[in-house]
């Protein structure tokens, strides 16, 4: 059993940057693929980026989010910049075995959430 524990999320002014992270518990953390979705009440989970071997982004964060991990650590970060007003959602951490995915119904682990909320 693998258990994510999300932590950096708030409210910030559109423009600006937060960095969102996920700790994990679990030896065999640096064998997942890592990933970040996101969510608002009604809708579905979106992707937002993955990252195993390498990284993947959804196109409506390329170039303003970027992911990455520390195994050493077992922790996966989301550094996110430029926000926008409608990136504000609850940002979840997940986790599955060996291949990134963009499909929410493909990762085993989830945390808990943390909310993001982006003022204009």
């Given at each position: ?5 999300e ?36 809708k ?77």
């Open positions: 059993q693998v258990q994510l524990v932590s950096g999320g708030g409210l910030v002014q559109a423009g600006a940057s937060l960095n969102l992270s996920c700790v994990a518990n679990g030896r065999a953390f640096p064998s997942y693929a890592m990933a970040w979705f996101r969510q608002s009440t009604g579905e989970r979106q992707f937002v980026a993955a990252i195993g071997g390498t990284t993947l982004y959804a196109e409506s964060v390329k170039g303003r989010f970027t992911i990455s991990r520390d195994d050493a650590k077992m922790t996966v970060y989301l550094q996110m910049s430029a926000l926008k007003v409608e990136d504000t959602d609850v940002y979840y951490c997940a986790a599955r075995d060996l291949w990134m995915s963009q499909s929410a119904a493909a990762y085993r682990y989830w945390g808990q959430g943390t909310p993001v909320t982006v003022s204009s």
